[in-house]
């Protein structure tokens, strides 16, 4: 329900292997909040981690899960962590967000990358979310103000079908760093196969606002399909958009007359 919450405290570690996580009545539960410390190292020590693997699931949320310590109606940013591999997040209005916070090394103090990662993680809405729960998506993953997040082989997709409803977009970006790459299909070395990250039927596959000119974002052998807007930028310096492909492949009554994509 929308009282319902799992807080993850600094030194904490919940691990979904497999598992599900949802909703046990018919409104959207609050999802889980990461804490920590925001002037720490992303250290154990000092901050909360969620690990999903294995086809570990969090679906029904409002905010699936959220770097955060948020005693309302203040919100503080922490160092929460977070790492997926081969997850799947399912009909949640975010999926992750993960809030201000830059890595430093605790001795030198130079920008390290950000701990949380998203590997082979399947991020999707399908009608559930609008027709149960009167919802729609917002972003995937939303990156505030955090450096250098790994986003690999992953795929972003809404599979809802009625033209007038809200996609949502796959990555929500500002003042962030990230790589969107692909990744490999298996532990193997050499890697005998790549899957790339995937953007499908959302309002933006990636919308990246930055200010910040500690960061910026590489974008890699992805492919965007039948999405109103595949990549928008602004304010983003030194961009590396590289190999990637874009596809219009709908049906042709999909799209109407004047639509802006």
């Known amino acids: 329900s929308s009282e319902t919450d799992i807080f993850v405290a600094p030194g904490g570690t919940l691990a979904i292997d497999g598992g599900l996580l949802t909703s046990g009545c018919s409104s959207l539960w609050n999802g889980i909040d990461v804490w920590g410390d925001p002037r720490s190292p992303q250290m154990l020590d000092y901050q909360g981690l969620v690990r999903i693997v294995n086809g570990g699931t969090v679906e029904h ?35 992750v967000a993960l809030y201000p916070f830059i890595n430093r090394h605790p001795s030198t103090h130079e920008i390290l990358p950000n701990f949380s990662r998203f590997k082979r993680t399947l991020f999707k809405s399908t009608e559930e979310l609008y027709s149960a729960y009167g919802q729609a998506p917002y972003s995937h ?33 500002y003042g962030s760093g990230f790589f969107a790459s692909p990744a490999c299909l298996s532990d193997q070395m050499p890697c005998p196969e790549y899957v790339p990250c995937h953007f499908e039927n959302l309002d933006f596959g990636i919308r990246a606002l930055n200010s910040n000119t500690l960061f910026t974002i590489t974008v890699n052998g992805s492919r965007f399909i039948d999405n109103r807007k595949g990549i928008l930028m602004s304010l983003v310096n030194d961009a590396t958009i590289n190999k990637n492909q874009f596809y219009l492949n709908a049906d042709d009554d999909y799209f109407e007359q004047n639509d802006v994509l």
């Not at 993953?141 to 972003?156: A, P, S, T």
């Open 141 to 173: 993953i939303i990156l505030d103000n955090v450096g250098y997040v790994n986003i690999l082989g992953c795929e972003f997709h809404n599979e809802a079908t009625a033209h007038s409803l809200a996609r949502g977009m796959g990555i929500l970006s």
């Open 61 to 95: 949320a409002v905010n699936a899960i959220e770097t955060g310590n948020f005693p309302e109606p203040r919100r503080y940013p922490s160092g929460g962590m977070v790492s997926c591999t081969d997850a799947i997040f399912k009909d949640n209005i975010t999926d």
